[in-house]
């Protein structure tokens, strides 16, 4: 009962197996951390939203008893995106929130990702609720439940704010994921033809896996533009905060290159504006950047660490690789897949060929992101030994401040331990294969001279 199983608190979320790592109990007393946290910082109450995932009811109702224990008031918004969760903390004036989510992982999964007083709990923070719980230092009251509705009042914050120049038809891809419950009625308010797949909620996830930033999971995205008239693929994560793009010809725009659509576009209205992206992103988007106008930020990966730096540095604007990306300009600033698909429409509704915008985006030969397994602990023990003894002929720069980033005169490539499993994580991209071929050796023999024998991947 007592102890707490330290593999669920990871470095921007709570996550873990339900049943084994993550039971009632467990969210349960993680819901009195937070409502003492919330206490703490004068905090009067927190919105609850939870994904379609089988386990969310139950676990939300034991994260809301928690609260309340603490004197905290728990407001229940239902099965929501994750970022009407977000927006519920805004719209209700309460400044906190927790989704109950297990994002893009398989349906035994589940999670929180955390909000106290407009800050997104990451890294020590989390620590910090383990070692609360561990200590008994918890608040004791008896806050009320209440339940509220705001998916209708973020479509309506949404269509307010977004214009599409014509009408488009698209083909939408929410992978029985929670994005359905809100994303048809949006984009049809806004002014879409949908072609649906999958948008009925299912925690089985029956289909396919609901993670666009995978290919294998845009087949059936692929499909329905060949077989269909619509003239773009959108498809969502399982919790809604991430968008995956496809082309009427079957081309799937990363989302670092749809950040370049969005910087351009952001630029206009707000010129010398700080665009922030992570490590994993394209080297062609620090010039496409400076050419708009505005002033490239490389940063950590992680989407609580990006929220972090963009409310440091007032940015207007930051994405990552992983499709979350962040608008502060006319939004509030926290990752929205549904919120980014409209913005994406809006742009690309201004040209008679929606796609010409998106094929005209500058693009190199790129590797997707490989992973090398290892046992827990292993990648940043590895990535220490890079970091230290690594050699990069020939380099341009290197780049520590999340991993390894070698970037060279026609390329880079990147190895970064992930923060949510034992996983290193390598990229490359180039001019050409040659100079792929050539980077993606450089780092072969980097990495076999600190861990020799290490399987790789490329």
Request: hydrophobic share 40%; charged share 20%; aromatic share 6%.
């Amino acid at each position: 009962m007592n102890t707490l199983p330290a593999e669920i608190f990871k470095a921007y979320d709570i996550r873990g197996i339900v049943g084994k790592t993550l039971t009632a109990d467990i969210v349960r007393r993680i819901g009195h951390a937070l409502g003492s946290l919330a206490a703490e910082q004068g905090q009067t109450a927190i919105a609850v939203g939870r994904d379609g995932r089988l386990s969310g009811p139950e676990l939300a109702g034991a994260l809301m008893d928690g609260i309340v224990a603490a004197g905290i008031d728990a407001i229940d918004i239902g099965c929501v995106p994750t970022p009407v969760t977000y927006f519920a903390a805004y719209e209700l004036g309460c400044h906190s929130c927790v989704s109950v989510t297990g994002s893009h992982n398989p349906p035994d999964y589940n999670g929180l990702k955390m909000v106290v007083g407009g800050t997104t709990l990451a890294l020590d923070a989390i620590q910090d609720l383990k070692q609360r719980i561990a200590a008994g230092k918890l608040k004791h009251g008896q806050g009320q439940k209440r339940s509220a509705d705001v998916a209708a009042a973020y479509i309506e914050r949404i269509v307010a704010d977004v214009k599409l120049t014509r009408p488009l038809k698209i083909v939408m891809d929410c992978g029985n994921g929670v994005a359905g419950a809100v994303a048809p009625e949006l984009f049809e308010r806004l002014g879409c033809e949908i072609v649906p797949l999958y948008c009925e909620v299912d925690g089985n996830f029956p289909n396919h896996h609901p993670d666009p930033s995978k290919p294998e999971n845009l087949a059936d995205v692929l499909q329905a533009l060949k077989d269909t008239d619509a003239e773009l693929g959108i498809a969502f994560d399982g919790d809604g905060d991430r968008l995956g793009v496809v082309t009427k010809d079957g081309e799937i725009i990363y989302p670092d290159r749809q950040l370049m659509l969005f910087a351009a576009d952001v630029l206009t209205r707000v010129p010398g504006g700080m665009v922030i992206y992570d490590v994993k992103c394209t080297r062609l988007l620090a010039p496409w950047i400076k050419k708009h106008g505005g002033v490239p930020l490389m940063w950590n990966t992680g989407h609580a660490l990006v929220k972090a730096k963009l409310k440091e540095t007032g940015a207007p604007l930051a994405g990552e690789m992983s499709g979350h990306t962040f608008f502060k300009e006319r939004w509030y600033g926290f990752d929205d897949g549904l919120y980014t698909g409209a913005r994406l429409l809006e742009i690309l509704s201004r040209s008679a060929d929606a796609n010409a915008p998106l094929k005209a985006l500058p693009d190199s030969p790129s590797t997707p992101e490989l992973n090398i397994k290892m046992a827990e602990g292993e990648p940043f023990a590895l990535i220490a030994k890079l970091k230290a003894e690594g050699k990069f002929p020939g380099a341009s720069e290197v780049i520590s401040i999340d991993g390894v980033r070698v970037e060279y005169a026609d390329g880079f490539g990147l190895a970064r331990p992930s923060n949510t499993t034992p996983v290193v994580v390598l990229r490359f991209e180039a001019d050409n294969a040659a100079a792929l071929e050539r980077i993606q050796g450089a780092f072969r023999d980097a990495l076999h001279a600190v861990w020799p024998g290490l399987p790789l991947p490329f």
